[in-house]
């Protein structure tokens, strides 16, 4: 749901400061003035409620507010959890090495970190 907020947020931002004229101005009404009858405006009330920030500054909204908001937002321990997932994956798909488990250990560690 993050990266589809931040991909929004994104594309609100480029065709507010569209150099189209037609386009910049459907944008703006829709995101400042008809912002219940737009999905546009909608999904830029959405998306600047979520992340705390002003509509008039959704340009902010990228993807290291996103990666913060998501950190931030999440128990120490499903930090934790994902960090080890991680880990395991870069281990199972060749990008790291780990010599302590068998193959299917190392499955069956990743099967349970993605369940609990």
């Keep these: 749901m993050d990266e589809l907020s931040c991909r929004c947020a994104t594309f609100i931002t480029n065709v507010l400061g569209s150099d189209n004229d037609a386009v ?8 400042y003035f008809s912002r219940m009858s737009s999905p546009t405006g909608r999904n830029a009330l959405f998306c600047c409620l979520r992340y705390g920030i002003q ?21 120490p321990e499903v930090n934790h959890t994902g960090c080890c997932l991680l880990e395991l994956l870069y281990v199972k798909h060749g990008y790291s090495s780990l ?8 499955v069956y560690a990743i099967s349970y970190l993605s369940t609990v």
């Design 55 to 75: 509509l008039q500054n959704i340009a902010f909204i990228n993807k290291f507010v996103v990666r913060g908001y998501v950190r931030y937002s999440q128990s």
């Design 99 to 106: 010599s302590l488990f068998s193959r299917d250990e190392l």
């Design 24 to 31: 910049s101005y459907a944008a703006r009404h829709g995101v």
